[in-house]
């Protein structure tokens, strides 16, 4: 496992629990493991009667470049009990409020995780994209349901079929995140705003996010589902070993025979 330890930091204090993403010299990309620890913390805070809020903050200089390619590579997702679809399932089910702190790059999953939290703070170096076309494969998190959903059809279509980045203004715009600071700033002005959750009583936060999202629950469920099939089938087929091979090899894919 291309993992240490202390890949992913967690610290609970004041009934904020954060979850920290501390690989930068591999632009914090997940390996299963560490989905397997944020799987773990958030089965554990959800139970935990202290832990109120969960933050997700990455570095000042990136976020997340999205799944570990070699680590995926060698141990495909293959079932619903895999590490990264017990983190998916742990996030999009979360009943007490998540927020997130994002600056620099937040690839893939470090994009679509986002739709999952209920606060997104972005430093104004943020840049979001979701590449699956890109690799080969098609969206994951039910971001096919809930990007055009926050969008608009034309604009999730611009995210999702180029592939290419939007910045934190644009993000802003769309209803993505819902502050831009020097990026600096984000990670405490997060905190700042999960302590004031903290403060409020969790049932009513529970059960406010619940009535909030409990029209589309089943939805994104289903979809989550169905992409998470065609994702694992299509990580088999030429397109995605082109790409991900082109990646390690650090050269540009040639899709034009697919
Ligand atoms: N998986 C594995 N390793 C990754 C990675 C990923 N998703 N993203 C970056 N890395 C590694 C690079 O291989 C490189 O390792 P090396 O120093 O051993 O060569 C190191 O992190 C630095 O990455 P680099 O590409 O040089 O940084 P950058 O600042 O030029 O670009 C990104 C940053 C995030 C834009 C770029 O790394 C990127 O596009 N990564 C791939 C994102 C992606 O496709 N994710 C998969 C989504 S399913």
New binding site residues.
């Given amino acids: 496992m291309?993992s240490k330890d202390n890949d992913i930091l967690i610290h609970a204090e004041s009934g904020v629990m954060t979850i920290t993403f501390n690989r930068v010299?591999?632009?914090n990309?997940i390996s299963s493991a560490m989905y397997a620890t944020m799987a773990d913390a958030l089965v554990e805070a959800e139970k935990s009667s202290v832990v109120r809020v969960v933050v997700f903050q990455g570095h000042e200089a990136?976020f997340s470049?999205?799944?570990?390619?070699?680590?995926?590579l060698n141990g495909p997702p293959a079932t619903e009990e895999s590490p990264v679809y017990r983190f998916l399932h742990a996030i999009s089910t979360f009943p007490k409020p998540v927020l997130a702190s994002v600056c620099g790059?937040a690839?893939?999953?470090?994009t679509t995780m986002l739709f999952h939290c209920d606060l997104v703070y972005a430093g104004d170096n943020a840049?979001f994209s979701m590449?699956?076309v890109?690799?080969g494969?098609c969206p994951e998190a039910a971001s096919s349901l809930l990007v055009p959903q926050m969008m608009g059809y034309h604009r999730a279509a611009e995210a999702l079929l180029l592939g290419e980045p939007f910045m934190a203004e644009a993000a802003l715009e769309v209803g993505l995140v819902n502050r831009v600071l020097p990026p600096l700033e984000a990670n405490n002005y997060a905190q700042a705003i999960a302590k004031k959750l903290a403060a409020k009583p969790l049932s009513s936060l529970v059960e406010t996010k619940r009535l909030m999202k409990k029209g589309l629950a089943t939805t994104v469920r289903a979809q989550m589902s169905e992409e998470g099939t065609s994702f694992g089938r299509m990580l088999r087929e030429p397109a995605a070993k082109e790409a991900f091979g082109a990646?390690?090899e650090?050269r540009k894919p040639d899709f034009t025979q697919m």
């Fill in positions: 291309n010299e591999k632009k990309s990136v470049a999205g799944n570990d390619i070699g680590d995926f790059p690839v893939g999953i470090g840049a590449p699956f890109n690799l494969l990646f390690l650090k």
